[in-house]
Nanobody, 120 residues
């Protein structure tokens, strides 16, 4: 079994910052690309940012320059530093990872999500 657990969400004022974390655990042989996605009420889930094993990053235009994705391969952790937050960043943020496990084909896994609310 593989688990992804997000943390760090909360309520923040516009212009503020938050740092999300994603911890991967369980039967993990190797973690490939990891990413953050978000889903606002009434909207589809959308890509926020991804990071490869070689630390190549990709960002949605809406967050480029404000958010920074990073990972710590030794700890099976991924982070999202969110600065200059706007009300439109309000959403549930999900961690996603492509993971190879012992005895199983590689698969994509999701966390349960963490709520981020940007409001004054």
């Amino acid at each position: 079994q593989v688990q992804l657990v997000e943390s760090g969400g909360g309520l923040v004022q516009p212009g503020g910052s938050l740092r999300l974390s994603c911890a991967a655990s369980g039967n993990i042989f190797r973690i490939y690309t990891m990413g953050w996605y978000r889903q606002a009420p009434g909207s589809q889930r959308e890509l926020v940012a991804t990071i490869t094993t070689g630390d190549t990053t990709n960002y949605a235009d809406s967050v480029n320059g404000r958010f920074t994705i990073s990972r710590d391969n030794a700890k099976n952790m991924m982070y999202l530093q969110m600065n200059s937050l706007k009300p439109e960043d309000t959403a549930v943020y999900y961690c996603n990872a492509h993971i190879a496990s012992m005895g199983r084909l590689p698969g994509y896994y999701w966390g349960q999500g963490t709520q981020v609310t940007v409001s004054s």
